[in-house]
């Protein structure tokens, strides 16, 4: 009996360190330290989307764009400062909007609880609500991330490009630990959203030497992405939205996807592989299981380990 007690002990305490170690996150973190932590972010995150209906998809892509650079640490909420370029002004991320829902947010909690609650929770909390508030799925956030003091405009290079082929985009996920059921449930969240012109031009124009337009589109949409973008597009915010309800949470961009109308050839690209199309094709016939799948790489994603070291007291600055 004392030798059972012993190794369980030896058991628990063999697991503790392993969990520091690890700095596992939880999603209770915050239950004693700032109770009401979740719902000061989702009121923030449901007033600005009243004024604003493209602030859900900004805090997903935010979220993606967040983790897939040194981690989920909020790096890409650093401002730049006279010595350093941040990820903020790096070219993936100039169309990154809605950080004032971030700010908002954290001037709450701070109000409430200061110094605990970090910005890099707060993008992935956002990121959740966003997803919800728009109809999709609702997921036990982990929590405990710390924020990073680094960001560099150049290192958003390493964001996978909307040019990308698929072995290109399924090597970034591997990059991150990320499988091709990740990229392709992943992918869905272009259900939400919109796309400048220069994102997909590649597409509607001067595709190939012969052919002004990608094949694998089909032909009328091809030629109504380009009436709103023609070759030389003047109209600065001129684009398409990622899907035909784009305020909407739903399985639709899977759906377009298998009838030739996705925006970007990334997503086209998910077709030209025989388990990458398998995935699609479950996605477009079950709402269901392309929920399912998408919170979980949303949790997988949002692990990803950023070794921050701090709380900011302001998600713009270090401490
Ligand atoms: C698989 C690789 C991916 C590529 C190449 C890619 C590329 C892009 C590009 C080029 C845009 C449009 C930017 C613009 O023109 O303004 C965009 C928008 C968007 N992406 Fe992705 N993306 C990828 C994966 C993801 C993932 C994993 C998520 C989230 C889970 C995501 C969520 C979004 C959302 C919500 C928008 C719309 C943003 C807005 O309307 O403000 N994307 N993506």
């Known amino acids: 009996?004392?030798?059972?007690?012993?190794?369980?002990?030896?058991?628990?305490?063999?697991?503790?360190?392993?969990?520091?170690?690890?700095?596992?996150?939880?999603?209770?973190?915050?239950?004693?330290?700032?109770?009401?932590a979740e719902a000061t972010v989702t009121s923030a995150v449901k007033k600005a989307m009243l004024n604003d209906k493209t602030v859900p998809a900004a805090l997903l892509r935010m979220q993606f764009h967040d983790c897939f650079i040194r981690g989920c640490d909020g790096s890409v909420l650093l401002n730049s400062t006279r010595k350093n370029k941040a990820e903020k002004d790096g070219p993936p991320n100039i169309s990154l909007h809605a950080f004032y829902v971030i700010d908002n947010a954290k001037k709450a909690l701070e109000a409430m609880?200061?110094?605990?609650?970090?910005?890099?929770?707060?993008?992935?909390?956002?990121?959740?609500?966003?997803?919800?508030?728009?109809?999709?799925?609702?997921?036990?956030?982990?929590?405990?991330?710390?924020?990073?003091?680094?960001?560099?405009?150049?290192?958003?290079?390493?964001?996978?490009?909307?040019?990308?082929?698929?072995?290109?985009?399924?090597?970034?996920?591997?990059?991150?630990?990320?499988?091709?059921?990740?990229?392709?449930?992943?992918?869905?969240?272009?259900?939400?959203?919109?796309?400048?012109?220069?994102?997909?031009?590649?597409?509607?124009?001067?595709?190939?030497?012969?052919?002004?337009?990608?094949?694998?589109?089909h032909q009328s949409f091809a030629a109504s992405l380009q009436?709103?973008?023609?070759?030389?597009?003047?109209?600065?915010?001129?684009?398409?939205?990622?899907?035909?309800?784009?305020?909407?949470?739903?399985?639709?961009?899977?759906?377009?996807?298998?009838?030739?109308k996705s925006i970007f050839t990334s997503d086209q690209a998910l077709l030209t592989n025989p388990t990458t199309k398998t995935l699609v094709t479950k996605f477009a016939n079950s709402r269901d299981e392309f929920e399912k799948a998408f919170v979980e790489s949303m949790i997988k994603m949002s692990n990803i380990d950023g070794g921050g070291q701090e709380v900011r007291l302001n998600c713009r600055v270090v401490n």
């Open 227 to 260: 009436s709103v973008c023609p070759m030389h597009n003047k109209v600065r915010n001129a684009g398409a939205n990622l899907d035909s309800t784009p305020t909407v949470f739903d399985n639709r961009y899977y759906k377009l996807l298998l009838e030739g």
């Open 1 to 36: 009996m004392a030798a059972i007690n012993l190794s369980s002990l030896l058991l628990g305490v063999f697991m503790l360190i392993l969990f520091n170690g690890s700095n596992a996150l939880s999603s209770n973190y915050y239950d004693q330290t700032c109770p009401m």
């Open 113 to 217: 609880c200061p110094g605990t609650v970090s910005c890099a929770d707060i993008v992935a909390l956002a990121a959740r609500d966003a997803v919800h508030l728009s109809g999709g799925p609702s997921w036990a956030v982990p929590k405990g991330r710390k924020d990073g003091r680094i960001s560099k405009a150049s290192e958003t290079k390493q964001l996978p490009a909307p040019l990308f082929n698929i072995s290109q985009l399924q090597q970034s996920f591997s990059q991150r630990g990320l499988s091709i059921n990740d990229l392709v449930a992943l992918s869905g969240g272009h259900t939400l959203g919109f796309a400048h012109c220069s994102s997909f031009q590649n597409r509607i124009h001067n595709f190939a030497t012969k052919q002004d337009i990608d094949p694998s589109m």
